[in-house]
């Protein structure tokens, strides 16, 4: 099937996801918008929120693999990031107000390091209040829109590694000092927590001035396409690819296929925790299943 855009004929796309390096400046929402046109289809979405500021790997599933997107969202991420010591704002990233200073000219790389090792490995992170997190079915950030006084619950998550790539102090703001970080951390670890929580604890305050998302699960940042790319070329990695690069793989023989196809549990060999992509003799992608007591628990069907 194709359709027509900007004079252009183009060929709709199957299932299958598209990895996206966003733009500054765009919400996810704009991204899956502007994808809703170039797939010729409104059933589309994303893994993992980037917050407007940020760039990079964005994942965007599209028909069938809308489907895949929550169990994506799961997985390990990675950042490129600049935490500027000696502000603190409202959103604790570059976006908002600047509601406290104090100065970090003093700061020394090794207590920077000293910093950096607290935060890494698993911790209690509260999230930002500026967050789509919500707090009794109300999004955080609407409550601070809003000029609600609340706080937010610390969760558990992991940071698997927090590495300091370069120290700047650049002369305008004064007393600043800028710190070029990468971040390798599970699902739903705040960047910009990182950098508050950072300058909270070496007395100066803290926030990102810039935020790369360079990995997700095993989609990087050099295979993303841009928006502007894809409306030149527009294509996506096939359902049964994006499967097979994302979850470890069990292949079953027609019988089993067969049934899989209708839903039902199969006996299955003993597999590692978590969603497996099981895929039939003809190579099609069936379902992701988990293993449970002998069974094979259909967590969702892509057979139909």
């Known amino acids: 099937m194709s359709r027509r855009t900007d004079g252009r004929t183009r060929q709709v796309s199957a299932s299958g996801l598209v990895i996206v390096d966003k733009p500054g400046g765009l919400t996810s929402h704009g991204v899956v918008a502007r994808m809703r046109r170039l797939a010729g289809t409104r059933r589309v979405g994303h893994a993992g929120t980037l917050d407007p500021m940020a760039t990079g790997v964005l994942v965007i599933g599209v028909e069938k693999a809308t489907r895949l997107l929550g ?11 600049t935490i500027r010591l000696g502000q603190s704002t409202v959103t604790d990233d570059a976006e908002g107000e600047v509601t406290a200073t104090a100065p970090a000219t003093d700061v020394t790389r090794e207590a920077v390091d000293a910093g950096v090792a607290a935060l890494t490995g698993p911790i209690q992170q509260v999230p930002s209040k500026v967050s789509a997190i919500k707090v009794n079915g109300v999004r955080s950030y609407t409550r601070v ?4 006084q609340f706080e937010l619950a610390a969760r558990p998550v992991t940071v698997h590694s927090f590495t300091v790539a370069g120290l700047r102090r650049p ?10 970080v990468t971040v390798v951390c599970s699902s739903g670890t705040y960047i910009r927590a990182l950098a508050r929580d950072l300058g909270a604890a070496l007395g100066t305050g803290g926030h990102l001035t810039a935020l790369r998302r360079t990995r997700v699960g095993p989609y990087r940042v050099e295979a993303a396409r841009t928006l502007e790319q894809l409306e030149e070329s527009y294509a996506v990695l096939p359902i049964e690819e994006a499967a097979a690069a994302a979850f470890p793989r069990w292949d079953v023989d027609a019988d089993q296929a067969r049934l899989l196809g209708h839903g039902v549990r199969i006996a299955a060999p003993p597999l590692a925790a978590g969603p497996h992509a099981t895929f039939g003799p003809d190579g099609r992608f069936l379902a992701l299943v988990e293993e449970k007591d002998g069974q094979a628990r259909i967590v969702a069907g892509f057979a139909q």
Request: aromatic letters at 4%; glycine letters at 8%; hydrophobic letters at 30%.
């Open 171 to 180: 002369r305008d703001p004064a007393g600043v000092l800028d710190l070029d």
């Open 71 to 81: 169990h994506l969202a799961l997985t390990e991420k990675e950042y490129e990031a």
């Open 145 to 148: 829109r809003e000029g609600e």
